[in-house]
């Protein structure tokens, strides 16, 4: 706790932001607690953690929240059983926003409170799922706090693995890089951000992994084609060493490497046979097909991993013929990926080979298609022998 504001009634400041205050708050049976309407000064939201609130004959549940800026009149709300709280003062704000749920591979995030530039989102991460917290290039930086509602998430921080778990918070502000998230179990979180993002990025990355997901039906693929991509290819670049920066970007990069396939030809993913050889000329531009569509969402730096991934060490790859350090590693590690998951799947036109028999090929290709080390690591890391 950063700050014991109110000894006896269980008030912590949480984090002083340049746009507030969060507080963490425990109310007891018989304590009241009286909000009042926004004014020209302050402005204050209270979501309800765990217990109950009660608002005359209203019952407020776990996840529900009052705000200043919807109220005419004090009102005053008691409770009979011990109930957590967070409260977020600030300056009033001018305009609310109705909430809105967005889904996607790694979980959910459901926007609660919009009002001007405040958000309160709750956050649900799948178990095992990584997830990020990127530093805001906006001019007036966002300040943002994670509260742990339930499960435990890790992240390494100067070669120490640290766990967070109900109760714990992070708080982000000025950040200068990317931290990574590992969720060791099924997390819920409450988010607050300063300035709106849930339709930039929520919205926006929801509709990138339905986009992913029905090229991968459509390519002939079993389910959870892009997900195998995903996760494979983050456990090599974590066994690899790579920042935190540089596995935010291939997080998505492997989600989304075949996203430009949205832009082919309808049917020509699902032609039986062989292409002609103009048409495999339109296939082999769907890697740049996938950076165009990302050139104007917050995942620009995205596009160049994604056109490269069938780029090969020596030259043979496609779309631009780059080799060797022209291609970056993270294209290489998602090619590997790719390329085994291709080999090791039931396809339309063969059944699924071996695992040790894709392990052999992929050797063969070693350090001429792939680096040699991106081969071994992607091999130890996803634990294939």
């Known amino acids: 706790r950063t700050s014991d504001l109110s000894k006896g009634k269980g008030l912590y400041r949480i984090a002083a932001t340049k746009d507030g205050d969060l507080l ?32 005359g004959r209203q019952s407020l549940q776990p996840q529900q929240l009052i705000t200043s800026d919807e109220l005419r009149h004090p009102v005053t709300l008691s409770t009979q059983r011990p109930t957590k709280l967070l409260r977020f003062s600030a ?91 590992h969720g060791l179990t099924d997390v819920t979180m409450v988010y607050f951000s300063s300035q709106p993002s849930f339709n930039d ?18 390519d002939g693929y079993t389910a959870d084609h892009c997900k195998r991509i995903q996760d494979f290819s983050l ?20 989600y989304l490497h075949d996203v430009g396939k949205a832009k082919l030809p309808e049917g020509l993913l699902q032609k039986p046979g062989k292409l002609t050889s103009e048409e495999w000329t339109v296939m082999k531009q769907h890697p740049t097909m996938g950076r165009e569509l990302l050139e104007n969402s917050f995942l620009q730096e995205v596009g ?30 998602i090619a590997v990926a790719d390329t085994f998951d291709a080999m090791t799947t039931d396809r339309p036109y063969r059944a699924a080979l071996p695992v040790s028999h894709a392990l052999a090929e992929l050797r063969t290709y070693a350090d001429q298609h792939y680096p040699l080390e991106v081969v071994e690591t992607f091999i130890k890391a996803n634990r294939l022998e």
């Not at 309407?37 to 204050?44: D, N, V």
């Not at 790579?242 to 596995?247: A, K, P, T, Y």
Request: zero cysteines; proline letters at 4%; aromatic letters at 8%.
């Open 24 to 55: 963490e708050q425990t109310l007891h049976p018989g304590d009241t607690l009286e909000v009042l309407p926004a004014s020209s000064q302050k402005s204050e939201t209270v979501y309800i953690l765990e217990g109950e609130l009660s608002l």
């Open 91 to 181: 300056p009033p704000r001018e305009e609310i926003v109705s909430s809105g749920l967005a889904s996607f591979e790694s979980g959910s995030l459901q926007l609660l409170y919009s009002s001007g530039s405040t958000e309160l989102s709750f956050m649900h991460l799948n178990r095992d799922m990584r997830f990020f917290i990127v530093p805001n290039e906006a001019s007036s930086p966002a300040s943002e706090v994670y509260y742990v509602l339930g499960g435990r998430l890790s992240f390494h921080h100067q070669d120490q693995t640290i766990v967070l778990s109900e109760g714990d918070y992070i708080v982000a502000e000025g950040l200068e890089r990317a931290v990574a998230f």
């Open 201 to 218: 990025v929520g919205q926006d990355a929801e509709k990138l992994m339905q986009l992913a997901d029905s090229i991968e039906q459509k």
């Open 235 to 254: 456990r090599t670049a974590e066994a690899m060493g790579l920042s935190h920066d540089r596995l935010y970007l291939l997080n998505y990069g492997a």
């Open 304 to 333: 160049e991993i994604i056109e490269q991934h069938h780029e090969r060490l020596d030259g043979s790859g496609y779309p631009r013929g780059l080799q060797s350090l022209e291609i970056s590693l993270e294209a290489y590690i």
